[in-house]
């Protein structure tokens, strides 16, 4: 079944003493939580709480050197180190971008490939993503067995965003693009940057904003960042959309009012409905007490 190579994304390697105390005082996730055996989803935010970079951490063993690498959006890498570097100041870290000797990798229907191969793991976000790898970028070809639009087809159709498609960086908060459903937000860690913000959304129950999968009518997705309305109010923007699936960063409330109203949601003026996955644990628009996960809402 299938394997691809995710050529836009690279890895930036943070490695040496204080890496993990360095790295732990930054980002949304617990590093105590990430192992050679376990990558996590985990994000840099501004101080207002916002994403700058997200990325999947995985664990080096030590026999093979140690150290940290964050998978994430290959453009942006050059900024992640230097903002990694800013934060430094006297810690015994070491920042490298590696994405020339390293490639990213991922499948799905299938058994995880031996841990010769690279880094490997279960993708961290949802079991049903398949594995994930950072492998030798010279080993890479043996991976790619299906083009990569196949593995964002069946991202998008388990209802899964990613930086840099589905949300813009420096504009959402990790309640808006799921990272608290999809493990990327530990909310029983030490101090990182955002996170006053994050934990009183958190507490308070403010995420208004979400993103949600759409089933577009007659089997075409929108453009992304086009706008979602319903009747004369604009419900939020378009994100990837692939084989007449989506998914869409709405307000909540604006979209339970359109439903209830009985207007329908258009995405770039086509027809969409929208569906909850069965992973989700917050109110959908128009869902009633008893309705069913994993169906329209």
């Known amino acids: 079944m299938p394997s691809v190579h995710l050529a836009d994304r690279g890895v930036v390697r943070v490695s040496g003493e204080d890496a993990k105390s360095f790295l732990d005082g930054l980002i949304t996730c617990d590093l105590d939580r990430v192992s050679p055996q376990a990558a996590r989803l985990g994000a840099l935010l ?19 050197g140690g150290g940290y690498y964050l998978d994430t959006f290959k453009v942006f890498i050059p900024d992640l180190a230097k903002r990694l570097s800013f934060y430094k100041l006297r810690a015994k870290a070491t920042i490298e971008d590696m994405s020339e000797a390293m490639a990213v990798v991922a499948g799905w229907d299938e058994a995880k490939p ?4 690279g880094l490997v793991t279960e993708d961290p976000r949802l079991s049903a993503l398949g594995w994930r790898a950072i492998v030798a970028a010279q080993d890479v070809a043996e991976f790619a067995k299906a083009p990569p639009e196949a593995y964002h087809a069946h991202r998008i159709a388990l209802g899964v965003p990613e930086g840099g498609r589905d949300f813009l960086f420096g504009d959402a908060f990790p309640h808006e693009a799921l990272m608290d459903q ?3 937000v530990d909310f029983d860690k ?14 308070r129950g403010t995420a208004r904003t979400r993103i949600v999968p759409a089933v577009y009518e007659g089997g075409f997705a929108a453009d992304v960042g086009v706008d979602v309305t319903a009747g004369e109010k604009i ?3 378009t994100g990837s959309g692939m084989e007449g699936r989506g998914l869409i960063m709405i307000r ?5 009012d359109a439903l209830a109203s009985g207007h329908p949601i258009l995405a ?6 929208l569906t909850k996955p069965d992973w989700v644990n917050f109110s959908y628009p ?4 008893n309705q069913s996960s994993g169906k329209p809402a």
């Open 46 to 64: 501004t101080p207002q709480g916002k994403i700058l970079f997200d990325f999947l951490v995985f664990q080096a063993p030590d026999e093979i």
């Open 114 to 117: 031996d841990d010769e191969v």
């Open 182 to 184: 999809l493990h990327g």
């Open 190 to 203: 030490g101090c990182y940057v955002g996170q006053e913000v994050v934990s009183r959304m958190q507490h």
């Open 235 to 237: 419900l939020g923007k």
């Open 252 to 256: 909540l409330d604006r979209a339970a």
């Open 268 to 273: 770039g003026g086509i027809p969409v409905q």
């Open 286 to 289: 128009g869902e009633g007490d």
